[in-house]
């Protein structure tokens, strides 16, 4: 039997690319450059998943809107909101949703609970995070381009007290 030199031609690429993509991942792991980097130095499963409830005031933004709908990065009936979290204002998430500032309108409350699935580790702190829902609805995917930043934050992110 032994070993056939004929089928290293398919084994061979497929090895190659594997130790390539984790030579790639440690390398950023080093450098710090992003989720997946954080993710591998995590080995002992240190990253942990939350879902967090805050309370946020919003404002929609039909500019924003309309800008991406022109574009074509957003479906049609898809809403951008702007959210800030009534405990620390200077945070701020941008989010899309299908039909989501109509549906806060019907609502005509100046603050909603917003449900966020948070992930990070002791290490890191806050890594991510993700809007799930709005008073308890989901909040359908429309595309565009959402964010989160902050204007003159001085203390840590509203989302990352689990991760401490």
């Known amino acids: 039997m032994g070993f056939h030199w004929k089928k290293l031609w398919i084994i061979g690429p497929i090895l190659f690319c594997t130790f390539s993509l984790l030579f790639m991942l440690r390398f950023a792991a080093f ?26 005031t919003w404002e929609c933004l ?20 702007r959210f800030r979290f009534v405990e620390d204002p200077h945070y701020e998430v941008v989010q899309f949703g299908l039909g989501l500032c109509d549906r806060l309108k019907g609502a005509s409350k100046p603050a909603v609970s917003v449900d966020f699935k948070a992930w990070g580790s002791s290490k ?3 890594i991510g995070f993700n809007c ?23 203390g840590p992110h509203p989302l990352s007290k689990p991760f401490k």
């Open 31 to 56: 450098e710090g450059l992003g989720i997946i980097g954080t993710l591998m130095d995590s080995p002992t499963g240190d990253v942990h998943e939350y879902h967090i409830e805050k309370m946020m």
């Open 124 to 126: 890191h702190g806050l």
């Open 132 to 154: 799930e829902s709005v008073n308890g609805q989901p909040i359908i995917n429309a595309g565009g381009m959402g964010s989160s930043g902050s204007t003159d934050a001085i």
């Open 62 to 81: 039909p500019e924003l809107t309309a800008l991406q709908q022109k574009t074509g990065d957003v479906v049609p009936g898809g809403q951008a909101v």
